[in-house]
């Protein structure tokens, strides 16, 4: 089981300005990224470079955070007994404190990244989620949120039946200790599978949504993700629609307050590149940026992490 983190109560303040560590809880999985050059070769070989890489978008999010400057950043997550230390490890290498949960059955979960470097530059995921979604309400302690200014949910804890318990306790510990809540809705092609109006039911209390382009037109039905954007925070408090090559936009109250323009990159693996802009707009929020501020870093923060492989910040794997 987890440890408690130690710590005195988090300030409450208003969205944006809260002090305090950030409780991130979500996925941590191996990836295993394969960059080929062109189309798959069926039923024959395809030269690739393969590397094994830590990953998960919860993991993800927490070691960009940490990279910003969060002063604190817990990682709650399940993981394997097969890889538990390397993965412990390579958060605390980040500045992350893990606060991993072995699962004494199922092993860490394994995504295959299969990356286009040719002109189509595709990315195809083969996904595996193991322990990643084996969370369960049992895991929690409303001690881990001592200090915290912040908890953000992986959208991934939506597509289990155990992490989704998980939630709806840590969303009403949150709620009970006036902390704000975050979340990634993660998965375009899961979010379908579990619909738009389970969605919505499971994240009420959010006050930040970070969709993608593909995410938030899904779940508003509308095809301009501007108009999504503003439609989405009718609901939530805060919306940030993440679009890569084309910024971001920052949404409140039914309006996009802010369209901000992506930083020009190199594309080398735009693996985790989303990640690393919700781990620094999170981090930029809690040390008191606005969120247009916070998103104009997190474009930032996107670009880096495009222009190398992996998902992890640069020099942290």
């Given at each position: 089981?987890?440890?408690?983190?130690?710590?005195?109560?988090?300030?409450?303040?208003?969205?944006?300005?809260?002090?305090?560590?950030?409780?991130?809880?979500?996925?941590?999985?191996?990836?295993?990224?394969?960059?080929?050059?062109?189309?798959?070769?069926?039923?024959?070989?395809?030269?690739?470079?393969?590397?094994?890489?830590?990953?998960?978008?919860?993991?993800?999010?927490?070691?960009?955070?940490?990279?910003?400057?969060?002063?604190?950043?817990?990682?709650?997550?399940?993981?394997?007994?097969?890889?538990?230390?390397?993965?412990?490890?390579?958060?605390?290498?980040?500045?992350?404190?893990?606060?991993?949960?072995?699962?004494?059955?199922?092993?860490?979960?394994?995504?295959?990244?299969?990356?286009?470097?040719?002109?189509?530059?595709?990315?195809?995921?083969?996904?595996?989620?193991?322990?990643?979604?084996?969370?369960?309400?049992?895991?929690?302690?409303?001690?881990?949120?001592?200090?915290?200014?912040?908890?953000?949910?992986s959208g991934y804890l939506l597509f289990s039946e155990p992490s989704r318990a998980l939630v709806r306790v840590a969303l009403e510990s949150a709620r009970a200790r006036g902390v704000p809540v975050s979340l990634d809705p993660a998965s375009a092609g899961f979010l379908r599978d579990l619909g738009v109006d389970q969605f919505l039911e499971l994240v009420d209390?959010?006050?930040?949504?970070?969709?993608?382009?593909?995410?938030?037109?899904?779940?508003?039905?509308?095809?301009?993700?501007?108009?999504?954007?503003?439609?989405?925070?009718?609901?939530?408090?805060?919306?940030?629609?993440?679009?890569?090559?084309?910024?971001?936009?920052?949404?409140?109250?039914?309006?996009?307050?802010?369209?901000?323009?992506?930083?020009?990159?190199?594309?080398?693996?735009?693996?985790?590149?989303?990640?690393?802009?919700?781990?620094?707009?999170?981090?930029?929020?809690?040390?008191?940026?606005?969120?247009?501020?916070?998103?104009?870093?997190?474009?930032?923060?996107?670009?880096?992490?495009?222009?190398?492989?992996?998902?992890?910040?640069?020099?942290?794997?």
């Amino acid at each position: 089981m987890t440890t408690e983190p130690g710590g005195s109560a988090g300030q409450a303040g208003s969205l944006g300005s809260r002090t305090g560590a950030l409780l991130v809880v979500g996925d941590v999985i191996t990836d295993v990224v394969a960059r080929h050059r062109g189309p798959l070769a069926t039923g024959t070989d395809t030269a690739s470079v393969i590397r094994t890489l830590p990953g998960g978008a919860g993991a993800n999010v927490a070691c960009w955070a940490a990279h910003r400057g969060c002063p604190e950043v817990r990682l709650l997550g399940r993981v394997g007994a097969d890889a538990a230390d390397w993965h412990e490890r390579a958060l605390a290498a980040c500045g992350v404190r893990p606060l991993l949960v072995v699962d004494p059955e199922a092993p860490t979960g394994t995504v295959i990244c299969l990356v286009d470097t040719g002109a189509s530059g595709e990315r195809t995921f083969l996904t595996d989620s193991g322990a990643s979604l084996r969370l369960e309400p049992g895991d929690w302690s409303d001690g881990m949120l001592d200090g915290v200014g912040r908890l953000h949910l992986s959208g991934y804890l939506l597509f289990s039946e155990p992490s989704r318990a998980l939630v709806r306790v840590a969303l009403e510990s949150a709620r009970a200790r006036g902390v704000p809540v975050s979340l990634d809705p993660a998965s375009a092609g899961f979010l379908r599978d579990l619909g738009v109006d389970q969605f919505l039911e499971l994240v009420d209390g959010v006050d930040l949504l970070l969709p993608s382009r593909d995410e938030a037109c899904l779940l508003t039905g509308l095809p301009d993700p501007a108009d999504a954007a503003a439609k989405l925070s009718r609901h939530i408090p805060l919306v940030v629609a993440k679009q890569g090559a084309d910024g971001a936009l920052v949404a409140r109250a039914g309006t996009v307050t802010a369209d901000v323009p992506a930083v020009p990159a190199h594309a080398t693996d735009t693996t985790g590149a989303g990640d690393a802009f919700t781990g620094t707009f999170l981090a930029a929020l809690i040390s008191g940026a606005t969120p247009e501020t916070a998103a104009e870093e997190g474009c930032r923060a996107g670009a880096l992490a495009v222009e190398r492989v992996g998902a992890r910040p640069p020099g942290r794997e």
